[in-house]
């Protein structure tokens, strides 16, 4: 019998060390070392994950890089435009995707109907290994999906896996989730850290050399980060990140790596009784306002991947009972919200120290840029004041620290985005004034937080 090899792997990084420590020396987090104990090789190994690279070979010859022959992979549909969106227009053959969310988030639904789309097309291969079989077709005909053509596996033995899909030759290969894959020559659990990477690098090279398009669903931890080891998102070709909370019926599908197209695309989804639908025109549903203006209320035009999206921003400022006012941000980041209330006081003149502030972006989008500073300031200032701004008022731009109102990239998109959405008259950075005239939308560009002020 083989003499067990143990070895400890950071999961959050993916270094090894010879022995068990508190911190890892890499990538300076705690608690994050595990004991994964390693198997020898047995011939049960498949031959087309022989141990070749990641991208399905390795060539020993050097070549020059005009020399490379390049050939054209046609991307397809995935028959849904806003997972096409995400995707950067497409799937592309041999291509690897990581799927994650929280559970319940609907990512089993959205591929499970993207499949049987797809299979009436082409060969689609889904193998599941949390459900049954009959768990998957029961949730396909409550959707009301085309269940012909599309091939199904109930499987978490890789060998077994892979030896199915060299016979059935699939274009599209569903792994649900790569947690629960396992190759016999390990001998850790089920969702350790040498299991996971190493089930992904042997479905991922089998993708590379076939031409086959690879999706792994995998789960996330309680921070919303990809459990697993970090190692696995070097691996993959684009991750994707399916976000929504459990009492909204709006999903976002957000890319946070992708190797053929724009990272942090964002793809918006509904969730029906007949499954997931996209949202052609997402601004229209995060705008669903009252008819009066209330207080603490502005529109902003965030920039996500290659489109704008006019979000709500809400702000709530009262007296604070405390000796340290609260600060919370929903959607936005809370450090930030204290630099911009610094900022406010020390440039606006205005003082928020014994209040509390609350902040939240509506429809449970998060804005990731510096874009929102302004539309933030404005609707604290309108909650302190109990002052409703205009209904058809739009705020863009970025606060720096000496109370400067920098411009945003795209700017001039998203004052076009406004006008065609109805707004007459936005609030905009000097750099970001359009050089023409825009029918029936008044412009206002200002340089400094003081003549933002004065502009409401």
Same mark, same amino acid.
């Given at each position: ?226 459990? #697993?080891? =970090? @190692? !696995? &998102?070097?691996?993959? /070709?684009?991750?994707? %990140? ?6 909204? +019926? ?113 429809? #449970?989008? =998060? @804005? !990731? &840029?510096?874009?929102? /500073?302004?539309?933030? %300031? ?6 302190? +004041? ?71």
């Amino acid at each position: 019998m083989a003499k067990q090899k143990t070895a400890f792997v950071c999961i959050e990084c993916g270094a090894e060390y010879s022995k068990w420590q508190g911190q890892c020396a890499a990538c300076k987090q705690w608690n994050t070392v595990q004991e994964v104990r390693l198997g020898a090789a047995t011939s049960r190994t498949p031959a087309t994950a022989a141990r070749t690279g990641f991208a399905g070979g390795l060539s020993h010859k050097v070549q020059d890089l005009s020399e490379i022959g390049l050939q054209d992979l046609p991307r397809f549909s995935t028959t849904f435009n806003e997972f096409d969106r995400v995707l950067g227009g497409g799937l592309v053959p041999g291509s690897a995707v990581l799927l994650g969310g929280h559970p319940g988030a609907g990512k089993s639904t959205l591929l499970l109907q993207t499949a049987c789309k797809l299979a009436q097309l082409m060969k689609v291969l889904y193998v599941t290994g949390e459900e049954s079989l009959q768990q998957v077709a029961l949730r396909a005909q409550r959707l009301g999906l085309p269940t012909q053509g599309l091939k199904m596996l109930a499987e978490t033995s890789v060998e077994n896996l892979l030896a199915v899909a060299e016979v059935e030759k699939p274009q599209v290969l569903i792994v649900d989730s790569i947690q629960t894959m396992q190759l016999e020559d390990l001998q850790s659990a089920p969702g350790g850290v040498a299991q996971v990477r190493e089930s992904a690098a042997y479905l991922i090279r089998f993708a590379k050399q076939t031409h086959t398009v690879l999706f792994l669903v995998g789960h996330v931890t309680k921070d919303g980060s990809l459990a #697993g080891p =970090k @190692v !696995l &998102e070097h691996m993959i /070709d684009a991750s994707l %990140l399916l976000e929504g909370d459990g009492d909204s +019926r709006f999903r976002t599908l957000r890319g946070q790596k992708n190797r053929f197209g724009a990272v942090n695309e964002l793809g918006v989804f509904a969730m029906l009784e007949t499954g997931l639908k996209e949202v052609k025109n997402p601004s229209a549903i995060f705008l669903s306002r009252d008819d009066e203006p209330a207080a603490g209320s502005v529109v902003m035009a965030t920039w996500e991947g290659t489109r704008p999206l006019l979000v709500e921003v809400q702000a709530l400022v009262d007296e604070s009972a405390l000796g340290n006012p609260r600060r919370v941000a929903v959607g936005l980041d809370t450090n930030r919200l204290s630099l911009l209330l610094a900022v406010l006081h020390r440039h606006g003149g205005i003082f928020t120290g014994d209040q509390d502030v609350f902040l939240n972006v509506v429809g #449970g989008v =998060k @804005v !990731l &840029e510096t874009g929102a /500073d302004l539309a933030a %300031l404005m609707a604290i200032v309108s909650s302190l +004041r109990n002052q409703p701004l205009p209904h058809e008022l739009m705020v863009i731009g970025e606060v720096g620290l000496s109370g400067e109102i920098r411009p945003v990239p795209s700017g001039q998109e998203r004052i076009k985005e406004a006008a065609k959405h109805g707004f007459r008259k936005a609030i905009v950075p000097k750099g970001n004034v359009p050089r023409e005239t825009l029918p029936g939308m008044e412009v206002i560009g200002v340089t400094r937080l003081s003549e933002a002020l004065e502009a409401l």
